[in-house]
């Protein structure tokens, strides 16, 4: 079965940068779209980057516009999330998901990782 694994997080100052990797396992996964998501404490999981499984199409939130970037390496089965300009509101647990078909913004794919602490100190 398809299994993800999240690796990168951790604590920076704001405006430091970090890379999130997913590594993939147990599918093709040139066949799966991916997706990062968030969630903070106390709050609901939420959209942050995805991409099709060419990176033809990536799709971001407004809140990481412009400062992240989703991207994939399909020889690797490994997706990236660079985050650059760091700010105290990205701290949250960052996941990454997997699902075949088309690109979604909400929640309903169909594999997910463990997670991955981000915190940002101001």
């Known amino acids: 079965q398809v299994q993800l694994v999240e690796s990168g997080g951790g604590l920076v100052q704001a405006g430091d940068s970090l890379r999130l990797s997913c590594a993939f396992s147990?599918?093709?996964?040139?066949?799966?779209?991916m997706g990062w998501f968030r969630q903070a404490p106390g709050e609901e999981r939420v959209f942050v980057a995805a991409?099709?499984?060419?990176?033809?199409?990536?799709r971001y939130s407004d809140s990481v516009k412009g400062r992240f970037t989703i991207s994939r390496d399909n020889a690797k089965n490994t997706a990236y999330l660079q985050m650059n300009s760091l700010k105290p509101e990205d701290t949250a647990v960052y996941y990454c998901?997997?699902?075949?078909?088309?690109?979604?913004?909400?929640?309903?794919?169909?594999?997910w990782g463990q997670g991955t602490q981000v915190t940002v100190a101001s």
């Open positions: 147990g599918g093709t996964f040139s066949t799966y779209t």
């Open positions: 991409t099709t499984w060419s990176a033809q199409t990536t």
């Open positions: 998901a997997a699902k075949q078909g088309f690109l979604i913004l909400d929640t309903a794919y169909d594999h």
